[in-house]
Each structure stands twice: as structure tokens, then as C-alpha cells.
């Protein structure tokens, strides 16, 4: 009776927490999204690159064409930022298909940062002027 009632206790412990490690494997884990794009779906896997910089895989989901956006825009822009008081870097436009995903990989050397995507006119805008869409933060 023992040994069932600890297999059941170990199966039942396994259960509540494989779910959420499934989650935080592979893709990393969901990006907080802004009421302008309720069914955006972003995720982001954060790694050490081989020279000490922070690499930086995102991938998007469900993220409607920038031009369907109010205001219209378009290009998606990824930025980082060291603090809140800091200025944002563009790391980068992100493109979204035909069916709403997108990916962006990359390198900062920034460990510990903000990373957040706005909706702006060009791709090569140096500060952003739109309202974040998807943001997370990422320390090490």
C-alpha cells in the first residue's frame, strides 16, 4: 500500500509541474501583450553567446499586419533597453507573414535588459515612437 500511495503522490507531483516546464523549454517563455493586440502570441528564448553577449530568439504569433494596426504602421521594431531610464536600441525589424508569425534571432551585449516590440513607419527608426506591443524582461 506504501509504494502505491507514494507512486500516486510522485505521478500527481510530476503532473502539476511538467506542464509549466513544458512551457519554459523550446520556444522560452510568453511575452506580456498589450490590449491593442489581445490574440499576440510572443515568446523568447534568451542564451549566452560564445563571446559573452546575450543571444535572443523570438518568435511571434498571431501578430496582425502593422498596416491593420490604429494607428497604421509599417514595420514591427524590436528594441532592448539596459533600465527604464535608459534609451531603447532598434535590434531589429521584425517581419510577420501571411499567417501572422514572425522571428527575429540576434545577439545584445546588454545581460540584463528590457526587451519590448512597438509598431513604427520605418524599420530603421532610432528611438520608438509607438506603445509596446509584447514586452519581457530578461536578467542574469
Given at each position: ?23 519554459l ?5 510568453r511575452?506580456?501583450a ?14 549566452g ?17 502593422p ?11 524590436v ?21 501572422l ?15 519590448f ?5 520605418s524599420?530603421q ?16
Open positions: 500500500m506504501k509504494t502505491v500511495l507514494v507512486g500516486i503522490l510522485s505521478a500527481g507531483i510530476a503532473g502539476a509541474f511538467l506542464p509549466g516546464c513544458a512551457l523549454g523550446g520556444a522560452g517563455p511575452m506580456n498589450s490590449p491593442t493586440v489581445p490574440a499576440a502570441e510572443g515568446r523568447v528564448k534568451f542564451g553567446a560564445s563571446n559573452g553577449n546575450t543571444s535572443i530568439d523570438l518568435t511571434v504569433k498571431h501578430l496582425a499586419d498596416a491593420r494596426l490604429t494607428p497604421p504602421a509599417n514595420n514591427y521594431v528594441w532592448v533597453r539596459a533600465s527604464k531610464n535608459a534609451a531603447a536600441q532598434n535590434i531589429g525589424a521584425l517581419s510577420v507573414d501571411k499567417n508569425t514572425g522571428t527575429l534571432n540576434t545577439v545584445t551585449a546588454l545581460r540584463t535588459f528590457d526587451l516590440i512597438t509598431a513604427e513607419g524599420g527608426v532610432q528611438l520608438p515612437t509607438g506603445q509596446p506591443l509584447l514586452w519581457t524582461s530578461h536578467s542574469e
